[in-house]
């Protein structure tokens, strides 16, 4: 409750580390060794929503970054996961609801793992092959390649999200973007980025049918979300693209995305912002349609406001007839 730092939670049930120089590492604390094995496992991350941005460059959360903080002189040949949990939970102030996105029975490779000036003389990248189960559903393929020499961080990633029942995903997009999915099917999401600290370019495609969503809004009574009927309408009438291809068999939509990152943001988020900088235009949420959208809920505004002016207009007529039919009651002869 006080603090304002993000909460890390971490439950390993065997490491276990090969062929570890112990000499070296007791003599001089280098930490070498040809592998090490991680088993069954959770791995937990709270964004807190009282964090308060410092100034400092989170370019230190960047994998490239982090490996120099580990240790001043470390070589690991490759560093394999097993059966790792991945969740992230963030909590909305809008909605005041929780949201978590999980990455479940989570399967990696990472090769030339290491700050040593020799080894990376003649290897500075790093790369990885991470298969995962996006919300414990969708397959989930990534590989990574970080160059860890680059003073600018670069590195890239491209993978593939497979078939996937879009409302599986309603426990994170509902408490943090407001919106539900009630219908839609993802056949594949590919993703080929290339990004270091400043930005990210690549394209991004999503292949999809059936897509509707209702658009939400935080129910004050009950202290849950209910859905905007006309916003929906109007949403799933003139916004979203239902399905990508249009028509079957035609050209499916590819977007290109440029991405900035700005120094607040960590690692993984500049990940997701970048391909949701691609998802949205692809199912139609681009800034036009925004605006649209903005423009619409304005003028449902306005006509409300009229409605109300309208009506204290009516009920002030109705009053003042009402009066004037009183005073002329009061001022007419009375009646012998």
Known sequence: NKSRHDRFSMHIDSMQVKNFDYVNYHKYRILNASGLLINNGTMQVFCNPKHLYNGADQV?????????????????????????????????????????????????????????????????????????????????????????????????????????????????????????????????????????????????????????ISILKVDTVFYDLKQRPIATLYANLFIVKHNNPDIPGGQPRSIYVNYSRTPETPFFKSIWQTLLSGIKPCIGLDKKAKDAAIAMQNELAANDQNRKIKKEQRLQRRAERHKKREEEKSDAPPVE
């Open 60 to 212: 230190s959360s960047f994998p490239n970054t982090a490996i120099y903080q580990i240790n001043d002189n470390m070589n690991i040949g490759s560093i394999i996961l097993n059966h790792i949990n991945v969740i992230y939970s963030e909590y909305n102030a809008k909605s005041k609801q929780t949201g978590s996105v999980t990455f479940n029975n989570t399967e990696g490779r990472f090769l030339n793992v290491t700050n040593n000036k020799t080894a990376l003389q003649k290897n500075n990248a790093c790369t990885a092959e991470i298969t995962s189960y996006f919300m414990n559903r969708g397959k989930l393929n990534v590989k990574f390649n970080f160059n860890l020499t680059d003073e600018n961080k670069a590195f890239s990633y491209k993978g593939r999200l497979g078939p996937l029942n879009l409302q599986y995903i309603n426990p994170v997009v509902m408490p943090l973007a407001m919106v539900k999915i009630t219908s839609g099917n993802i056949d594949a999401f590919d993703f080929d980025i290339h990004a270091d600290r400043a930005s990210a370019r690549g394209r991004v495609s999503a292949l999809y049918d059936n897509l509707k």
